[in-house]
């Protein structure tokens, strides 16, 4: 017989042996997180095995490739007991099925008995955002029922134990629409219920539940902000319909007549107002206006004898030309700065010496 036949042989011998030394498997189902020492079940009982051979045969609990023993044996009762912690989420993750393969071995002959235990999910985790906040910049021009994607929460647990559904703090903007992923997972939109208004509310602030289906139930919380960004809805707004003011005559060039002011509600280029005369008219050469400030100042001749008064249209304009006008009138005084004239008319004609008193020479 040659040599590799009588491996082949002693290799077949050594199947059949080992084939012949594991015996008829058992199976437990065990929650999670049981406390160390608590008792899975008794498995001399469970095999028939005589209680007094446990010692004797040097019985132990083994695995196949060297991993984690979960479980152990008590000699004297023949319980399986819970050796180190068994957490489903650590060993199996989400699949829906989490089985840990140990192994019962005794001695004296070799006898191998294969120990199922099926890890059963309970509810010790709570579902977590990724964000401590999610943040939104949303323009106020959003229109009622636009719809903006939320992160989904997540649970270590499965099933009824994993997250089954979110809530929304009760607020005067948004509701919540809560839709459902392929293999189940669910996740939330917030919807815009009524319109925004950034000058009435820059900044809003929402809180966001996740909750699971177990028992007790569990949940987890993030908070939205949402930065309402502005439109250019508002235009710019005179301090006063109508300005009026008193000027003396011959005030110098640069003489400040008066200042108009006008605020737009809304921020950046929206909200940015420059000044200017409505039309061009013979008031633009005798006042300036300061397209920044609103300040109107003397830029030309100032004469009561030939102007008593002036009235001007002026405009204010945001970044975007939305405008509004006001009235500026100014009343010009008069300052004695004319002396009186003679004009002198006589006739021509000689006089008599005679000439009677009161007769007219001269105007």
């Known amino acids: 017989m040659g040599r590799s ?22 199976s437990y189902s065990i929650p999670e997180e049981m406390k160390r020492g608590s008792v899975i079940g008794n498995i ?3 095999l028939g095995l005589d209680l007094g051979q446990l010692s ?3 019985a132990r609990i083994d695995t196949e490739d060297n991993s984690m023993k979960y479980c152990g044996v008590n000699l004297n009762t023949g319980d399986l007991i819970v050796q180190e912690r068994i957490d489903r989420e650590g060993l199996c993750a989400k699949k829906a099925s989490c089985v840990v393969k140990q192994e019962l071995v005794l001695e004296n002959p070799l006898e191998l008995h294969r120990i199922s235990i099926r890890v059963q999910d309970i509810n010790d985790n709570s579902p977590k955002f990724k964000e401590e906040s999610l943040n939104f910049e949303i323009q106020e021009s959003a229109v009622k029922g636009a719809h903006f994607l939320l992160d989904e929460a997540h649970d270590g647990d499965i099933g009824e134990n994993a997250v089954q559904g979110y809530s929304l703090q009760q607020n005067d903007h948004f509701k919540l629409n809560v839709k459902t992923k392929g293999g189940g997972r ?3 939109e917030l919807v815009l219920d009524k319109e925004l208004d950034r000058e ?19 949940s987890g919380t993030v908070v939205i902000h949402v930065t309402v960004q502005d439109a250019n809805d508002n235009v710019p707004v005179f301090s006063q319909a109508v300005y009026k003011a008193s000027l003396p005559e011959n005030s110098p060039l640069d003489t400040l007549v008066i200042t108009v002011s006008a605020t737009d509600a809304d921020e950046g280029v929206n909200g940015e107002v420059s000044y200017g005369f409505d039309h061009v008219s013979n008031e633009n050469q005798v006042f300036s206006l300061n397209s920044k400030t609103g300040e109107v100042s003397v830029s030309g001749s100032i004469d009561f004898e030939k102007e008593s008064s002036y009235e001007m249209q002026i405009s204010a304009k945001d970044g975007q030309g939305l405008a509004s006008y006001a009235t500026v009138i100014i009343e010009i005084t008069d300052i004695n700065d004319n002396a009186p004239v003679l004009y002198l008319k006589s006739l021509s004609n000689p006089i008599p010496e005679n000439v009677s008193p009161g007769t007219e020479v001269g105007i």
């Open 186 to 188: 669910k996740y939330s």
């Open 44 to 46: 001399a009982k469970d």
């Open 5 to 26: 036949r009588i491996a082949l042989l002693h290799g077949l011998a050594f199947i059949f042996l080992v084939l012949n030394l594991v015996y008829g498997d058992v």
């Open 200 to 218: 009435e509310k820059q900044d809003i602030m929402l809180l966001l539940t996740a909750f699971d289906g177990g028992s007790p139930q569990r």
């Open 56 to 58: 004797a045969r040097k």
